[in-house]
């Protein structure tokens, strides 16, 4: 504190020389205070004069660069429990910049002003503008340039005034001109008890029944230079001793890791289980610490969660604890830093974010894997990391597999591409003895770092979870990206008629902007319904917020029925909303009726999506070129915006009695026969409470041969619904009724729900169906729906 105050003294010294002109805006100047060299007193010690000595306190401008030199600043410096005394220890100034240190130089006995020159030519000048009656708060007055960087310190010396056990000097700084960031009651002296001090390195990771080595612990005197100030003078010898608690042994028996920095120290070292008992002459006096170094700890009986703790015992002082080390199980931990943003991407865009302009990299957060002990991960077995079905893994980065032994020569991007090739591209298949295993005598124990650069599916939308799974790992996840969709479309199902040309599609379809300015400038929407045309370009509208344009302000339908649209102009300040209305369509009268698909693609960004090359795609060549997404799997896009956005109830040619197949549906069995096929099916036929035959709705209606899109569901009523020709068939859970094309139709049985699955009585189920030819064998509990004939 003394020294911040000197450099006040200094400023002002060169406050008269200067014109003193405000500082910029506090905003603008901001500084961060600290103490350094704080120092610990024993009671005798500080009472022998009060004199404090030794402390700085330390101003660090981290924001400065003032543009004149005419600047100034006035900042007050408080002390409590302690004044400046001696008013002579206000001189005690300096500078430190550029690694320099420029100290103020006052005439004996005088506090004016002078200069500091030669701090890359800046002239400085501190003065003491007040000093208050009880000499413990004084006000500095700082001119001339500071910059970023540069500190202001000032020596602390001062006086104490009350020296009892406990007590604390501090010192408090503040300024109106100047932001100053921990500047209230900083610590810069204490008064504590005489004795002993005890640290550790580092604590270290120790599994049940195995050693570990404590690498560096040190003891000191708690207060003063020595231990003459913990032991006292009236000891005649000089004992330390170290034990363990409970589920904790030193396993030490023959080895002397007790060393001193002094020469002429020779302890004796007695070793006992759980206890090390250490004899020193009186010349322990002059030493100031003792480090006990390699010491050796055993986790005899203590489980995972529990912490080795040595207890410190030292001739006339208290006792003290230190924690060694930690018992952990034997494991394999995989961890992401939880203090880290998880990065959020766009689907259905390439590395390049082509079609948007985003500017991330792809790159997911960093992942470790490793083990708690050399020697816990097992290579003669597989372990695999999958990543969700439809995300990609496109490169992997900032690769390092270090177990010592393979941390030179282990190529880990050929390793990870060989698993990904391994895989299904979904997983990433590391063989065992796939790398060089830990020898737990040897090595430290192993770790992989990495990070994934990962693309996709343009329907992917939510957490990229990784898992970690195999025969020597325990299962786990972490969550390492996010994928969002760069638009959303919102429509809603149009139940429709056949009417082969101009059809009007009575909703709207409703396009919304991810985040405002993300549509790239000349990026197309495409959309297209399954075997049916647009026939129409509708109409086309951009909210007036969001300052999107579209090209020619309009919607374009081609020959094949594709209906497009342009940006020609990106969004401002808020997301666009388009909305389409008054789309028409062209109609096959061979339609048959079911719920038909919109889907919306943008080429600029979907097509550079699915020639992206996959990890290894370079060395793993189809048709000589690099593997890329849509060689993995043809159709494994999915561009649906909204399903069944069309929905045909009545199909062009209406034939209700073409059930000709002949389905057999053993009860309890995971399977039934549709004709000659034999069907699996996920959840099998069976006999109710009240001794109905219960058939699955979906399973039988799919094998008499409904398409599996005109059996719909609809959770919140909970009701499903079978459309076939010109009949509509709904059934809701509870209900003892079936209903065909609005009429309502008594059941013998409710509908059920089983695993998730709608059941329904199996008379009822074939009358609702129109199939009249159906038997039960009682004997092989058979039932057998005969298609018409």
């Given at each position: 504190?003394?020294?911040?105050?000197?450099?006040?003294?200094?400023?002002?010294?060169?406050?008269?020389?200067?014109?003193?002109t405000?500082?910029?805006?506090?905003?603008?100047v901001?500084?961060?205070?600290?103490v350094?060299?704080?120092?610990?007193?024993?009671?005798?010690?500080?009472?022998?004069?009060?004199?404090?000595?030794?402390?700085?306190?330390?101003?660090?401008?981290?924001?400065?660069?003032?543009?004149?030199?005419?600047?100034?600043?006035?900042?007050?410096?408080?002390?409590?429990?302690?004044?400046?005394?001696?008013?002579?220890?206000?001189?005690?100034?300096?500078?430190?910049?550029?690694?320099d240190?420029?100290?103020?130089?006052y005439?004996?006995?005088?506090?004016?002003?002078?200069?500091?020159?030669?701090?890359d030519?800046?002239?400085?000048?501190?003065?003491?503008?007040?000093?208050n009656?009880?000499?413990?708060?004084?006000?500095?007055?700082?001119?001339?340039?500071?910059d970023?960087?540069?500190?202001?310190?000032?020596?602390?010396?001062?006086?104490?005034?009350?020296?009892?056990k406990?007590?604390?000097?501090?010192?408090?700084?503040?300024?109106?001109?100047?932001?100053?960031?921990?500047?209230?009651?900083?610590?810069?002296?204490?008064?504590?008890?005489?004795?002993?001090?005890?640290?550790?390195?580092?604590?270290?990771?120790?599994?049940?029944?195995?050693?570990?080595?404590?690498?560096?612990?040190?003891v000191?005197?708690?207060?003063?230079?020595?231990?003459?100030?913990?032991?006292?003078?009236?000891?005649?010898?000089?004992?330390?001793?170290?034990?363990?608690?409970?589920?904790?042994?030193?396993?030490?028996?023959?080895?002397?890791?007790?060393?001193?920095?002094?020469a002429?120290?020779?302890?004796?070292?007695?070793?006992?289980?759980?206890?090390?008992?250490?004899?020193?002459?009186?010349?322990?006096?002059?030493?100031?610490?003792?480090?006990i170094?390699?010491?050796?700890?055993?986790?005899?009986?203590?489980?995972?969660?529990?912490?080795?703790?040595?207890?410190?015992?030292?001739t006339?002082?208290?006792?003290?604890?230190?924690?060694?080390a930690?018992?952990?199980?034997?494991?394999?931990?995989?961890?992401?830093?939880?203090?880290?943003?998880?990065?959020?991407?766009?689907?259905?865009?390439?590395?390049?974010?082509?079609?948007?302009t985003?500017?991330?990299?792809?790159?997911?957060?960093?992942?470790?894997?490793?083990?708690?002990?050399?020697?816990?991960?097992?290579?003669?077995?597989?372990?695999t990391?999958?990543?969700?079905?439809?995300?990609y893994?496109?490169?992997v980065?900032?690769?390092?597999?270090?177990?010592?032994?393979?941390?030179?020569?282990?190529?880990?991007?050929?390793?990870?591409?060989?698993a990904?090739?391994?895989?299904?591209?979904?997983?990433?298949?590391?063989?065992?003895?796939?790398?060089?295993?830990?020898?737990?005598?040897?090595?430290?124990?192993?770790?992989?770092?990495?990070?994934?650069?990962?693309?996709?599916?343009?329907?992917?939308?939510?957490?990229?979870v990784?898992k970690?799974?195999?025969?020597?790992?325990?299962?786990?996840?972490?969550?390492?990206?996010?994928?969002?969709?760069?638009?959303?479309?919102?429509?809603?199902?149009?139940?429709?008629?056949?009417d082969?040309?101009?059809?009007?599609?009575?909703?709207?379809?409703?396009?919304?902007?991810?985040?405002?300015?993300?549509?790239?400038?000349?990026?197309?929407?495409?959309?297209?319904?399954?075997?049916?045309?647009?026939?129409?370009?509708?109409?086309i509208?951009v909210?007036?917020?969001?300052?999107?344009?579209?090209?020619?302000?309009?919607?374009?339908?081609?020959?094949?029925?594709?209906?497009?649209?342009?940006?020609?102009?990106?969004?401002?300040?808020?997301?666009a909303?388009?909305?389409?209305?008054?789309?028409?369509?062209?109609?096959?009268?061979?339609?048959?009726a079911?719920?038909?698909?919109?889907d919306?693609?943008?080429?600029?960004?979907?097509?550079?999506?699915?020639?992206?090359?996959?990890?290894?795609?370079?060395?793993?060549?189809?048709?000589?070129d690099?593997?890329?997404?849509?060689?993995?799997?043809?159709?494994?896009?999915?561009?649906?915006?909204?399903?069944?956005?069309v929905?045909?109830?009545?199909?062009?040619?209406?034939?209700?009695e073409?059930?000709?197949?002949k389905?057999?549906?053993?009860?309890?069995?995971?399977?039934?026969?549709?004709?000659?096929?034999?069907?699996?099916?996920d959840?099998?036929?069976?006999?109710?409470?009240?001794?109905?035959?219960?058939?699955?709705?979906?399973?039988?209606?799919?094998?008499?041969?409904?398409?599996?899109?005109?059996?719909?569901?609809?959770?919140?009523?909970?009701?499903?619904?079978?459309?076939?020709?010109?009949?509509?068939?709904?059934?809701?859970?509870?209900?003892?009724?079936?209903?065909?094309?609005?009429?309502?139709?008594p059941?013998?049985?409710?509908?059920?729900?089983?695993n998730?699955?709608?059941?329904?009585?199996?008379?009822?189920?074939?009358?609702?169906?129109?199939?009249?030819?159906?038997?039960?064998?009682?004997?092989?509990?058979?039932?057998?729906?005969?298609?018409?004939k």
């Open positions: 504190m003394k020294k911040f105050l000197s450099m006040v003294m200094a400023a002002a010294m060169v406050v008269s020389l200067v014109p003193a405000a500082f910029a805006a506090s905003d603008d901001k500084a961060t205070a600290k350094v060299d704080s120092k610990n007193y024993t009671q005798d010690e500080i009472e022998k004069d009060n004199v404090i000595s030794g402390p700085e306190l330390q101003l660090t401008f981290t924001t400065a660069d003032y543009t004149t030199a005419e600047s100034s600043a006035e900042i007050e410096v408080t002390l409590d429990n302690a004044d400046f005394s001696d008013p002579a220890s206000l001189a005690g100034f300096a500078i430190k910049a550029d690694g240190t420029y100290k103020w130089q005439p004996e006995g005088t506090f004016g002003t002078t200069p500091l020159e030669g701090v030519g800046k002239k400085l000048s501190l003065s003491v503008k007040e000093v009656s009880d000499k413990d708060e004084v006000t500095l007055v700082l001119n001339g340039q500071m970023r960087g540069w500190v202001l310190t000032m020596d602390l010396t001062s006086v104490m005034d009350k020296t009892s406990g007590k604390t000097a501090t010192v408090s700084v503040d300024s109106d001109d100047i932001k100053i960031t921990n500047g209230d009651d900083l610590t810069y002296a204490s008064v504590e008890a005489a004795g002993i001090k005890a640290s550790v390195k580092d604590t270290v990771d120790i599994a049940t029944e195995e050693v570990a080595t404590i690498k560096d612990i040190k000191e005197p708690a207060v003063g230079d020595t231990f003459a100030a913990a032991f006292g003078n009236d000891a005649k010898s000089y004992e330390f001793k170290l034990k363990l608690n409970s589920g904790f042994e030193f396993t030490n028996s023959t080895s002397n890791p007790i060393t001193f920095k002094e002429g120290i020779s302890p004796v070292v007695e070793y006992d289980d759980d206890e090390i008992i250490i004899k020193v002459g009186t010349g322990i006096k002059a030493s100031d610490v003792m480090t170094k390699d010491l050796d700890v055993e986790a005899t009986s203590a489980k995972a969660g529990s912490t080795a703790t040595i207890k410190v015992y030292a006339g002082c208290d006792t003290v604890s230190v924690e060694v930690k018992v952990v199980d034997y494991t394999v931990v995989m961890s992401v830093d939880e203090d880290e943003d998880v990065p959020v991407i766009y689907s259905g865009v390439n590395v390049d974010n082509k079609g948007i985003d500017d991330s990299d792809h790159e997911t957060l960093e992942v470790t894997i490793k083990e708690s002990f050399a020697g816990a991960w097992n290579n003669s077995k597989d372990f990391l999958s990543v969700p079905e439809g995300v893994i496109v490169d980065v900032d690769e390092a597999f270090d177990n010592d032994a393979n941390s030179s020569s282990f190529d880990t991007q050929a390793w990870f591409e060989a990904y090739e391994e895989g299904d591209y979904v997983d990433l298949t590391f063989k065992r003895r796939g790398w060089e295993e830990t020898n737990p005598d040897d090595h430290d124990p192993a770790e992989l770092t990495f990070k994934l650069v990962v693309v996709a599916d343009p329907n992917f939308e939510g957490d990229v990784l970690l799974t195999g025969d020597a790992v325990d299962e786990q996840e972490v969550t390492v990206a996010k994928f969002v969709k760069p638009y959303t479309v919102e429509a809603q199902q149009n139940d429709m008629q056949i082969y040309r101009n059809t009007e599609i009575p909703t709207s379809v409703v396009i919304k902007e991810a985040e405002a300015g993300l549509w790239d400038k000349e990026t197309t929407f495409e959309l297209t319904l399954d075997k049916i045309e647009f026939d129409d370009e509708g109409k509208a909210d007036d917020k969001s300052g999107l344009e579209v090209k020619d302000d309009e919607i374009k339908v081609d020959k094949d029925g594709v209906l497009s649209f342009e940006v020609s102009s990106r969004s401002d300040d808020e997301p909303v388009v909305t389409i209305s008054g789309l028409q369509l062209y109609m096959e009268r061979s339609l048959p079911g719920a038909y698909d919109l919306m693609v943008s080429p600029e960004m979907n097509t550079p999506y699915v020639n992206t090359v996959v990890l290894n795609g370079a060395n793993d060549k189809v048709d000589g690099p593997r890329a997404i849509h060689d993995i799997n043809d159709d494994f896009v999915s561009y649906t915006a909204k399903a069944g956005f929905n045909i109830i009545t199909a062009g040619r209406e034939d209700t073409s059930f000709t197949t389905v057999v549906v053993p009860v309890g069995e995971s399977y039934l026969i549709s004709g000659e096929n034999k069907v699996t099916i959840v099998p036929a069976y006999i109710n409470a009240n001794g109905y035959t219960m058939l699955p709705l979906r399973a039988v209606a799919v094998a008499l041969g409904i398409n599996s899109n005109n059996v719909l569901w609809d959770q919140a009523s909970r009701t499903a619904t079978v459309m076939y020709g010109s009949k509509i068939i709904n059934m809701t859970y509870g209900q003892k009724v079936v209903y065909v094309n609005g009429a309502m139709i059941a013998t049985a409710a509908v059920e729900i089983t998730d699955r709608m059941f329904l009585g199996l008379r009822d189920l074939g009358n609702a169906l129109g199939v009249t030819d159906i038997t039960w064998d009682g004997a092989t509990r058979t039932a057998t729906l005969n298609g018409n």
